[in-house]
């Protein structure tokens, strides 16, 4: 009898440490496109540890640090180039793991002829501006965004979501570098009165240890500052690499830089749906500085992580969506599944197998094999 209970509980457990070792709850992102079979909903960790949980429905993943085909530092922009017509630097851009969720731009602006302080000159995003490059033969590799100044217009570079979200997480490994007289913005747009920021701005150099968390309007009619709209916190050196986070929730905007919580804002947080945005401008104003001519500054990327809602809002996690965790696998890019159908709660499925197997062991027993 001994033996016999010895031999089900042998082959109970060998059938229970199959399926765990058979289970991956880990999710590669590296396809967006197979994300989908796998999650239907995407929990983010809030960095305020005031604040629970959010929960959106779709996500994306960038990650420009291997992409060794792909590298070519273009010239820059030149005097003859003002119209932002310039093709496409690598056929990376031109794949739907990138078109999908970002698109790159060429509108341009006019100086502001009435207010110089605005706009000392013409703006235009170049297409030119946006490449693939890397630091040595030897080195992972990195987007970059670049912006030039010329003298009659700085050229400059900029990457939108090519549709509108209601409430995300966007999150970027960024360093900056270059000459004073340019801004590395990561943001939420809808207008210029719906606006959350991170920006960091050349000109204030060579500490180069802060970054502006800002939601817009920062003045009011009058032009004065509006003190709760925005606020510095320290970056150790945007120069080196950091990861920048801007969560946009219901009723609140949140900065973290390097898995800290810097910011938490309830002014001015974008109510409408809006675009997620990554650029590289100066334009001579008060707020970029002025580049010298000849003088170009760099945002580079190593990734992109992006987490939202679509444009009608709501997170879509029903009774039998199967939720990932964006927070809880140790790292950007990689997803850890739940619960729902795919995976369920921890024990769960486990407990199925368990029961599967001693049904199984008795069916044997009872047909005197074991």
Known sequence: MTWRLCCILTFVLSICFSAVA?????????????????????????????????????YAFLDFRHLDDSVREPDEVNDSQSGGHEKITSNFFDQGKFTTNWDIQHWSQPQSRGDPATSKWKVVNSAQNVYIDRDAPDTTTHLTIRTNRLSSFQS???LNTPFDMQYASLRARTRVSGSAGAVAGIFFYQDDHSES???????????????????????????NQIPESSDTHAVGDWAKWNDYRLDWVRGKSIWAINGKHSDTKTYGVPKGPAQANLNMWGNGGVWSGEMKVGKEAKMDLGWVELVYNGSRGGSGCGSKAVIC?????????????????????????IVKVLATAVAGAGRLVAAGLL
């Open 197 to 223: 920021d991170i920006e960091i701005l050349t000109q204030e150099q060579p500490n180069r240890s802060r970054y502006h968390a800002s939601n817009q309007p920062t003045v009011d009619s009058g032009g």
């Open 325 to 349: 965790d964006v927070d809880g696998s140790g790292g950007a890019g990689k997803l850890k599944v739940l619960e729902g159908a795919a995976s369920r709660p921890a024990g769960s499925g």
């Open 156 to 158: 400059c570079g900029e």
């Open 22 to 58: 058979a289970h991956s709850d880990t999710i590669d992102t590296s396809d967006n496109s197979d994300i989908a079979k796998h999650c239907t909903c995407f929990k983010v960790n809030a960095s305020d540890s005031n604040l629970s949980p959010a929960y959106f429905t779709n």
